[in-house]
């Protein structure tokens, strides 16, 4: 994680010095600061791969999302999305497939922690849940909840529209209480997006 950190911060510094663009903390010098009030329409494709490596197993994940600007850098907002498990859980050598299919609705909140002329970089958690066909991970129940949190960064093509790209980190597990075990999954993700702003 710390390597995935130190990247996102040595691309903004990089950006910094290729632009010659001055950060901007309070808001002052960016024309990508002044989103109080808009509507930001996003849709992200994800790939993430489990953490343990007694649980070989990946997710693709499309989500599409809607936020709102309650203030300047600040937002928050729900979504939508379908994810698609595949690979296989080992337990006491035993392998157990874990292929299903899902749909899910999260909400999140969003904060812009660098600004520049034309592009920023943000950090990012939400909560929800998540249905499977089939109980996921193995051993657990068809309803799940989500954690999330990750970072990213905005690129603006033109005023009112964006590419983003970042790293998500995600947990899927039932909170214990549904079934006498908690079977859970966590792995990191990447992610490429594409950001619609109404009122821009």
């Known amino acids: 994680m710390r390597k995935k950190i130190f990247f996102m911060l040595l691309l903004a510094v990089c950006s910094q010095q290729t632009y010659a663009q001055k950060f901007s903390f309070t808001g002052q010098d960016s024309t990508m600061q002044h989103t109080r009030g808009k509507t930001h329409f996003l849709t992200t494709l994800e790939h993430y791969q489990s953490e ?3 649980k070989p197993i990946s997710i693709t994940q499309l989500n599409t999302e809607v936020s709102h600007y309650a203030f300047n850098r600040l937002s928050i907002g729900a979504g939508l999305s379908l994810s698609i498990p595949r690979g296989s859980r080992y337990i006491i050598f035993e392998e157990f497939e874990s ?4 749909l899910g609705i999260t909400g999140f909140g969003r904060y812009e922690l660098i600004n ?4 920023n970089f943000y950090l990012e958690a939400g909560y929800g849940m998540l249905f499977t066909a089939n109980p ?3 051993g657990g129940t068809h309803w799940n909840f989500t954690v999330r949190y990750g970072m990213g960064y905005n690129v603006r093509l033109n005023s009112g529209q964006y590419l983003l790209f970042g790293w998500r980190w ?3 597990s039932n ?5 006498p075990t908690n079977p859970a999954y966590d792995g990191n993700g990447i992610y490429l997006g594409f950001k619609f702003v109404k009122g821009s």
């Open 116 to 119: 520049f002329q034309h592009h």
């Open 99 to 102: 292929n299903t299919a899902g």
């Open 175 to 179: 909170g214990t209480g549904f079934v």
């Open 136 to 138: 996921f991970p193995y």
């Open 52 to 54: 343990e490596n007694d």
């Open 170 to 172: 995600m947990h899927i």
